[in-house]
Nanobody, 127 residues
């Protein structure tokens, strides 16, 4: 299994970035996927998730209304569109493969619900 994130960079407050995660080594359309982030000195936190068939998407309260998760099963890729970025969005962003096709109330439990992670892509929001 390989997950490779890209698209991070420097953005100004109020700006936008789109992250991508290219997956390989497993049947991508059988599994839900999530994005998580880790700010300096803080624990990794769940940000957003999407079911294997894209019928359901979920967001943390901190990004709801600003971020949009999507996936293209034909391209084995999951995306995170980030708008109206804030300095507190700064961090290393990871994509993760869920153990199941759907996400449940435990989707934020990173150690329990996900079995593979990418190396991360850095997002810095600063003026």
């Amino acid at each position: 299994v390989q997950l490779v994130e890209s698209g991070g960079g420097l953005a100004q407050p109020g700006g936008s970035l789109t992250l991508s995660c290219a997956a390989s080594g497993f049947t991508f359309d059988n599994y839900a996927m999530s994005w998580a982030r880790q700010a300096p000195g803080k624990r990794r936190e769940w940000v957003s998730g999407i079911w294997s068939d894209s019928t359901h998407t979920h967001y943390s309260d901190s990004v709801k209304g600003r971020f949009t998760i999507s996936r293209d099963n034909a391209k084995n890729t999951v995306y995170l569109q980030m708008n109206n970025l804030k300095p507190e969005d700064t961090g290393l962003y990871y994509c993760a493969k869920a153990r199941t096709s759907a996400l449940f109330a435990t989707m934020h439990r990173l150690d329990d619900e996900y079995d593979f992670w990418g190396q991360g892509t850095q997002v810095t929001v600063s003026s």
